[in-house]
């Protein structure tokens, strides 16, 4: 009897995994590129789609899939972040990117359940909530050639096919984004300090203790509050530690039936604030040396996704 037909389906089948275990990988450059988890799901739902498009001649003929995959799911982010600016301006107040929870549960309309590890965004320092504003400052070529070869160590050359620049060009580019990132880079707190510094301010905020806040602020202290249109929030900035201890104040005083909780926000120490057990609002904070220098508070019910379930 020929073993031929089973020796084709695991060749079906190793090709089938081989495509499949990259699914992680894209997911977490979908993130870091766009910001946004339901677009990164979008991207990487299109990625595959065209795949599967494809005859199996013309698949078999790809030697390397994950490469393959990482280059279309890379131009489909670059064209996303081209229309992208309109859309912000669009957007009712500020935007801020979507912060995940520690460990990323990717709902996708799920009400919970076994989630596939290859569906969780890896955290790390590239991913916290002020790498992610930095990468909202560069321009989509920019972002897109930092994030694969200074994140993901993808050489110009790899960089260069994906964003239809020469190598020499993209060099130039990421070293453009280098210095937006070293512009904006505060110097970071021991994790340990940073939660202390959350830890006091949460402290604080719930005692309405006003000078408290104040001391644990840098002078020159932001905070900006994302909404969508969906949920009022702050339109501008709120800008100088006076200011913002001010608003918490004020917030606190007008939702004195939230709970507030210690979490971590995209890798880092924030604070998650739940009504009746519902996530309401995920804050996200930049800590330089003994002061919070900038704080992120997502209230747009459709970034908060990933936190319910």
């Known amino acids: 009897m ?5 020796r084709e389906d695991d060749q079906v089948d190793d090709g089938l995994g081989a495509v499949l275990k990259e699914r992680r990988q894209l997911i977490n450059l979908a993130y870091r590129f766009l910001g946004s988890v339901a677009d990164a799901e979008d991207v990487v739902q299109e990625t595959y789609t065209r795949w599967y498009a494809m005859t199996p001649q013309q698949q078999e003929a790809i030697a390397s899939p994950g490469g393959w995959l990482t280059r279309v799911a890379s131009r489909i982010c670059l064209d996303l972040l081209g229309s992208a600016r309109a859309r912000r301006e669009r957007y009712v107040g500020e935007w801020v990117p979507e912060p995940l929870p520690d460990r990323m549960d990717w709902i996708s ?5 076994s989630v596939d590890p290859a569906d969780r965004v890896t955290l790390d320092e590239s991913v916290s909530m002020a790498f992610l504003v930095v990468l909202e400052s560069m321009t989509p070529a920019e972002r897109v050639t930092f994030v694969l070869h200074d994140v993901f160590h993808f050489s110009f050359v790899e960089v260069a096919g994906i964003v239809g620049r020469s190598p020499a060009a993209c060099r130039k580019l990421a070293s453009s984004a280098r210095q937006r990132v070293r512009a904006h880079r505060v110097p970071a707190a021991a994790t340990a300090q940073h939660a202390d510094m959350i830890r006091d301010f949460k402290r604080a905020w719930e005692a309405q203790d006003i000078e408290a806040l104040i001391g644990l602020l840098d002078p020159d202290a932001t905070t900006i509050t994302d909404g969508g249109g969906v949920i009022s929030a702050q339109i ?11 608003f918490f104040m004020n917030a606190a005083g007008n939702a004195a039936d939230l709970t507030i909780l210690e979490s971590r926000v995209n890798g880092q120490p924030g604070l998650v604030l739940q009504r009746e057990g519902v996530t309401v609002s995920v804050m996200a904070f930049d800590v330089s040396g003994d002061r919070i220098k900038h704080i992120w508070a997502v209230l747009n019910p459709e970034k908060l996704r990933p936190w319910t379930g």
Request: no cysteine.
């Open 236 to 246: 501008h900035p709120i800008e100088g530690r006076e200011e913002v201890a001010r």
């Open 109 to 113: 309309g799920r009400s919970g359940g």
């Open 2 to 6: 020929s073993t031929q037909p089973e």
